[in-house]
């Protein structure tokens, strides 16, 4: 699995665009208030921006606030969420320790970055891009390094 992140945020202009893919892609509507991703100045025009997105907790602490079980966890980190099940009450968003879910105002449903990269190639500046889960297992190296390799053919050449 792979997650979001702005490696390369201080390249980002504010542009939004990132936010209105989303938006626009993943939940079919075409406003600022229902996208996973969320860009805001860093406290002015000439100190740049920040993304508001979610970091991929494993175990996500929005999870266990939602009484309904609209949130679940998935597999890497992060969430799934099933918005038929939510009930509007937001502790999901009080829950998020880095404010990564938006409640949006006219219908009350949260608003999440789920980590499908489709914002990925509409930032005209490339600062964001989809790496490896850092909660994700690893498979075990199986053969050995090539230092122990060559001990051990050493060893064995007589």
Known sequence: MKILRAPRIERCIGCHSCSLACARL???RISWSTAGIRIHSSGGISTGFEAKLCLACDPAPCVKACPTGSYSQRKGGGVV??????IRCG???RACPVDAIYMEPETNLPYVCIHCGRCVPFCPHNCLEMIPSPHEERPQQTTLDVPQ????EALHAD
């Not at 969420?81 to 939510?86: E, G, I, N, W």
């Not at 390799?149 to 051990?152: F, N």
């Open 26 to 28: 993943v939940h079919q």
């Open 81 to 86: 969420v099933d918005k038929s099940l939510c």
């Open 91 to 93: 502790a999901c968003a």
């Open 149 to 152: 390799q060559a001990a051990q």
